[in-house]
T-cell receptor
Framework: QVQLQESGPGLVKPSETLSLTCTVS????????WSWIRQPPGKGLEWIGY???????SYNPSLKSRVTISVDTSKNQFSLKLNSVTAADTAVYYC????????????WGQGTLITVSS | DIVMTQSPDSLAVSLGERATVYCKSS????????????LAWYQQKPGQPPKLLIY???TRASGVPDRFSGSGSGTDFTLTISSLQAEDVAVYYC?????????FGQGTKLEIK
């Protein structure tokens, strides 16, 4: 059974960089697409972007200028960096898998709450 | 971006009764090459990540009870729970995976009447 686990600091200061890692267990990161999705408290879901195991990326234009997603196949991990954060970036951040470029999210991490505050 | 609009925002249904959630996309999510609608439904319970229920608009994901069904075409889609159970209390989201950026509906909160 594939499992995803997000990790990173729960608190980030305004203007700094948010960094998260998703560790994939129970299966290989190879051959799949890996996304980051976030959900502000009490609100809906926003797709941030994806990375293919080979390194190809696609980002949401609304965040593209601030986002970098990378992959480390040797560690079965992929990562998110979001720079110049503000309070509006406070959210639960999820990592998720799709089996193809155009496919639904079939496996999700439990999510991690990131609060942007000084 | 494709805008996904769900209705209603919240819904209260009696146990054992039918619950229906609607989702409208701002443009078609139908791929003509394979005649599939690139539309998924998710269930999110409090404190949990979303769970995939339905994809290709009408295909149940593995392990999803058959009381959940999806239908629709073009830009209008429906999620139906044929006989509401207590464990179905959740927020339901539709999502298009036809193009980037992937977009979700705003969610429909389903409660017991």
């Amino acid at each position: 059974q594939v499992q995803l686990q997000e990790s990173g600091p729960g608190l980030v200061k305004p203007s700094e960089t948010l960094s998260l890692t998703c560790t994939v267990s129970g299966g290989s990161i190879s051959g799949f697409y890996w996304s980051w999705i976030r959900q502000p408290p009490g609100k809906g879901l926003e797709w941030i972007g994806y990375i293919y195991y080979s390194g190809t990326t696609s980002y949401n234009p609304s965040l593209k200028s601030r986002v970098t997603i990378s992959v480390d196949t040797s560690k079965n991990q992929f990562s998110l960096k979001l720079n110049s954060v503000t309070a509006a970036d406070t959210a639960v951040y999820y990592c998720a898998r799709t089996t193809g470029q155009l496919a639904p999210f079939d496996y999700w991490g439990q999510g991690t709450l990131i609060t942007v505050s000084s | 971006d494709i805008v996904m609009t769900q209705s209603p925002d919240s819904l209260a249904v009696s146990l054992g009764e039918r619950a229906t959630v609607y989702c409208k996309s701002s443009q078609s999510v139908l791929f003509n090459s394979n005649n599939k609608h690139y539309l998924a439904w998710y269930q999110q319970k409090p404190g949990q990540p979303p769970k995939l229920l339905i994809y290709w608009a009408s295909t149940r994901a593995s392990g999803v009870p058959d009381r959940f069904s999806g239908s629709g075409s073009g830009t209008d889609f429906t999620l139906t729970i044929s006989s509401l159970q207590a464990e179905d209390v959740a927020v339901y989201y539709c999502q298009q995976f036809y193009t980037s950026p992937r977009t979700f509906g705003q969610g429909t909160k389903l409660e017991i009447k």
